[in-house]
């Protein structure tokens, strides 16, 4: 099984910056397209990012788009998720999966288990 830890959330003011990891543990990330998804309080979990495993293609949600920047270590067997620019409306929890995605767009959700994720708050 694929096991993923995402750490990196906190605290944050408006116009802050948070880095989200992802680590892969037991398996190679490089082999895998890594996504992250967020779910907030009382919504859907939506994704809100894909990078290829080579790291050739990123895409974004339009929602962060300009805003976060993912991108990839596969030497360390992690995956980044740099947040400039915060919103309250990114208060989620943030979560990463591993997949054979192509990132021609974001995922929508991952058919496999989740990890614990990692809390994201902005506010003052």
């Known amino acids: 099984q694929l096991r993923l830890v995402e750490s990196g959330g906190g605290l944050v003011q408006p116009g802050g910056s948070l880095r989200l990891s992802c680590a892969a543990s037991?398996?190679?990330?490089?082999?895998?397209?890594i996504a992250w998804f967020r779910q907030a309080p009382g919504k859907e979990r939506e994704g809100v990012s894909c990078i290829t495993s080579s790291g050739d293609r990123t895409n974004y949600a339009d929602s962060v788009k300009g805003r976060f920047t993912i991108s990839r270590d596969n030497a360390k067997n992690t995956v980044y998720l740099q947040m400039n620019s915060l919103k309250p409306e990114d208060t989620a929890v943030y979560y990463c999966?591993?997949?054979?995605?192509?990132?021609?767009?974001?995922?929508?959700?991952?058919?496999?288990?989740w990890g614990r994720g990692t809390q994201v708050t902005v506010s003052m």
């Open positions: 037991g398996f190679t990330l490089g082999n895998y397209a």
């Open positions: 999966a591993a997949a054979y995605w192509i990132c021609t767009v974001v995922p929508s959700t991952h058919l496999g288990s």
